[in-house]
């Protein structure tokens, strides 16, 4: 069996060689290899002998170890086969901790948190792939799982977008859409010298904390977010431009500009400038408009 702590250059290296383990460019592999960064995800997950913790991507390990210290249950969920014998040799010491097999994005969440958790709220840790970062995040945050927090690692860009607020190049649709469901706080930036191997970027560690309640009610709430995305359907163009040309493209244009200016909108205003608190008002004067349909896509 290796020593108890795999997340060092040596030991991660002897560990794949020994394996003949070969990295899988198509699932995003890095692994980890500097206890400090590990340290800062834990503690910034702040785990107890009661938290229970959900784990995307283990890898080899690294950090399962380091989270399997502290919670009374970590559940890893990883998607390729081949690491499942290394998982046994690293978490051998750490009985709390559990490896199953599959895709995160395939399953169904609410019959696995059902089938593995006891009906306490959870944490989720992951280092995410970055293909596939968005897709998890917002799998997860639209599941309705009992998730309490989630301390995420994903590329710099991606976690920028994400914590992003209003009148900044980075904000977003996805800004808003995580936004709706949790505060993004930035818990440190991660180098890519801290990898093996080394990706092509840098990476963030994000914490999100869930709201117990949304921020803003709307009585529609895919509508909401229908809103967001026509809103910055094109981010040069106004509001009122990508509103006509897309959701809205069914109302007559003056109907556009009135309901935006009872709203207190001008006409030229931006996307990028509303707040999400904006963006409710604006969901909810198009479900009150009782004359044309807008656009149902």
């Not at 383990?21 to 834990?42: E, H, T």
């Not at 998730?147 to 710099?156: A, F, N, P, R």
């Not at 977003?172 to 859409?177: E, H, I, P, Q, T």
């Not at 921020?215 to 995305?229: A, G, H, N, Q, W």
Request: aromatic letters at 8%.
């Amino acid at each position: 069996m290796v020593e108890p702590w795999i997340a060092s250059p040596s030991q991660t290296k002897a560990m794949l060689a020994r394996h003949g383990f070969s990295f899988k460019k198509s699932l995003g592999q890095n692994f980890l290899i500097d206890p400090n960064i590990l340290q800062r995800i834990v503690e910034a997950a702040g785990l107890t002998p009661e938290t229970q913790v959900l784990e995307i991507g283990p890898g080899i390990g690294a950090l399962t170890q380091w989270l399997g210290k502290t919670a009374k249950k970590v559940l890893a969920v990883e998607i390729d086969s081949r690491l499942l014998p290394l998982l046994r040799e690293t978490l051998a010491p750490f009985p709390q901790v559990e490896v199953v097999h599959g895709d995160i994005l395939k399953l169904d969440l609410a019959d696995f948190y059902t089938a593995h958790f006891d009906g306490q709220p959870i944490t989720v840790v992951a280092n995410l792939p970055y293909y596939v970062t968005t897709s998890i995040i917002m799998r997860l945050l639209e599941s309705r799982i009992p998730i309490e927090l989630m301390v995420l690692m994903m590329q710099k860009e991606v976690a920028e977008r994400i914590a992003a607020q209003p009148n900044s190049k980075a904000y977003g649709s996805l800004s808003l859409a995580v936004q709706y469901y949790a505060k993004p706080q930035v818990v440190c930036k991660v180098p890519r010298t801290v990898f093996i191997p080394q990706p092509h970027v840098d990476s963030i560690v994000l914490r999100l904390d869930f709201h117990h309640e949304p921020p803003v009610r709307v009585t529609d709430e895919s509508l909401l977010f229908r809103v967001i995305r026509s809103a910055f359907r094109q981010r040069r163009k106004t509001l009122y431009n990508n509103l006509s040309a897309d959701l809205l493209n069914t109302w007559p244009k003056t109907e556009i500009m009135d309901m935006l200016a009872t709203l207190g909108l001008n006409e030229n205003v931006r996307a990028e400038m509303l707040t999400l608190k904006e963006f409710a008002r604006i969901a909810e004067a198009i479900s009150r408009h009782s004359s044309p349909t807008f656009t149902r896509n």
